[in-house]
């Protein structure tokens, strides 16, 4: 009986750190949105492509894309081509936003801006 009480406290201590994990707020009162767990169904070419997508005041400052398969040149490319065009987006543009992909990575393209609707979406819903 100990064993299952214990097994359930347990369970319970790790669903509240992943849910703590999702967003978390900065001492500057920036959001940081991070789609490990929040998006992990979505996938570029060779599999899940999460981000970490800050916001302030309703604005996104800033898309981290953090580690991930996808082929190195490829994320690179989406660093430097995709994800500064979302700085400074108003999170309600950012959820819907059509940002062009990158020639060559549509599939990474696609799952980050897939990943940054849905860490803007959980945002608006939790903030």
Same mark, same amino acid.
């Given at each position: 009986m100990k064993s299952i009480i214990v097994t359930v406290?347990?369970?319970a201590a790790f =669903?509240?750190? @992943?849910?703590?994990? %999702?967003?978390? /707020?900065? &001492? @500057?009162?920036?959001?940081?949105?991070?789609? +490990?767990?929040?998006? /992990?169904?979505?996938?570029?070419?060779?599999?899940?492509?999460? %981000?970490? %997508?800050y916001i302030k005041k309703n604005k996104i400052v800033k898309v981290v894309a953090l580690k991930s398969q996808e082929g190195p040149k490829y994320t690179a490319r989406v660093r430097k081509e #995709?994800?500064? &065009?979302?700085? !400074? #987006?108003?999170v309600k543009k950012g959820s819907v936003a059509d940002v062009d992909a990158v020639t060559g990575a549509t599939? +990474?393209?696609?799952? =980050?801006?897939? !990943? %940054? /609707?849905?860490?803007?979406?959980?945002?608006? /819903?939790? &903030?």
């Open positions: 406290l347990l369970s =669903i509240t750190a @992943d849910a703590q994990e %999702v967003m978390r /707020k900065e &001492k @500057d009162g920036t959001y940081v949105v991070n789609t +490990t767990t929040l998006a /992990k169904d979505v996938e570029g070419y060779t599999g899940a492509t999460p %981000v970490e %997508v #995709m994800l500064p &065009k979302y700085e !400074n #987006m108003n599939f +990474t393209s696609e799952a =980050i801006k897939e !990943n %940054v /609707k849905r860490a803007v979406s959980y945002y608006q /819903k939790h &903030k």
